[in-house]
């Protein structure tokens, strides 16, 4: 769903939004709502950090104790020294971005038991992983 949502953002640039599923990946006990939210979000900052032809892949999976869900692009990245101000509330590299989507999407993420995290691709762009535990915690 929120591919199809994000491909209105795409336009005639000719980004292909690749998905990939590894395996059977479980049910959540979450709000799909919030977690399309998320989603949405990093996917359009990847697209918007695409170059004219590029690719976003979206992925997802599952481990024994997680399900997780990957947005890599193949854009600029972000300055080693800026990743850890990525959630930070109004920290943008973008020229017209507000610096609120990915501390909204940290938080989100947060509330649901899991955790959001950034790092730089071993060629170019970033990768974006949410992990959401199966099971969560005290239930």
């Not at 006990?29 to 697209?47: G, K, M, R, T, Y």
């Not at 997780?68 to 590299?93: M, Y």
């Amino acid at each position: 769903n929120v591919a199809v949502l994000a491909e209105h953002r795409v336009g005639r640039r000719g980004i292909t939004i690749e998905r990939r599923i590894q395996g059977k990946i479980p049910s959540l006990h979450c709000d799909p709502e919030q977690l399309e939210q998320v989603l949405l979000n990093l996917l359009i900052n990847a697209v918007e950090a695409s170059q004219d032809g590029g690719t976003v892949v979206l992925e997802a999976g599952a481990d024994r104790r997680n399900v997780w869900i990957r947005v890599r692009d193949e854009g600029s990245g972000v300055a080693p020294g800026d990743i850890d101000k990525l959630f930070d509330p109004f920290f943008t590299t973008k020229e017209n971005g507000t610096g609120l989507g990915l501390p909204v999407a940290h938080q989100i993420v947060g509330q649901m038991h899991g955790w959001l995290d950034a790092s730089r691709n071993s060629g170019k762009g970033m990768t974006f992983s949410v992990h959401l535990p199966l099971q969560r915690k005290g239930v």
